[in-house]
Nanobody
Framework: QIQLVESGGGLVQAGGSLRLSCAAS????????MGWFRQVPGKEREFVSG???????NYADSVKGRCTISRDNAKNMMYLQMNSLQPEDTAVYYC?????????????????WGQGTQVTVSS
């Protein structure tokens, strides 16, 4: 079973940038669609961005134009570059994965999760 480990979170001022990373412990990484979610206390986990096996991407409206998701299949890594961060982006960010035979679709649901990394944006 794939294991996911996030890194790159931290404290940043409004307008700043962070790059989140997700390391996957599998040589079959290419068989998984990947995604980023975030959650604040008292609220449901929400979709941020997803990337298909072939590199197709999808973004939540709240981050579109400010975030870029990418993957490096040779390194079993996924990334989320976040720019122009705002206090409302403060959350725990989770890496997610889903095994899929479809190379091009960004799925809406995932069943494998990392432990999360905290992102805090100060005003």
């Amino acid at each position: 079973q794939i294991q996911l480990v996030e890194s790159g979170g931290g404290l940043v001022q409004a307008g700043g940038s962070l790059r989140l990373s997700c390391a996957a412990s599998t040589g079959a990484f290419i068989n998984y669609a990947m995604g980023w979610f975030r959650q604040v206390p008292g609220k449901e986990r929400e979709f941020v961005s997803g990337i298909s096996r072939s590199g197709s991407t999808n973004y939540a409206d709240s981050v579109k134009g400010r975030c870029t998701i990418s993957r490096d299949n040779a390194k079993n890594m996924m990334y989320l570059q976040m720019n122009s961060l705002q206090p409302e982006d403060t959350a725990v960010y989770y890496c997610a994965a889903r095994f899929t035979l479809n190379r091009d679709i960004v799925p809406g649901d995932y069943y494998l999760w990392g432990q999360g990394t905290q992102v805090t944006v100060s005003s």
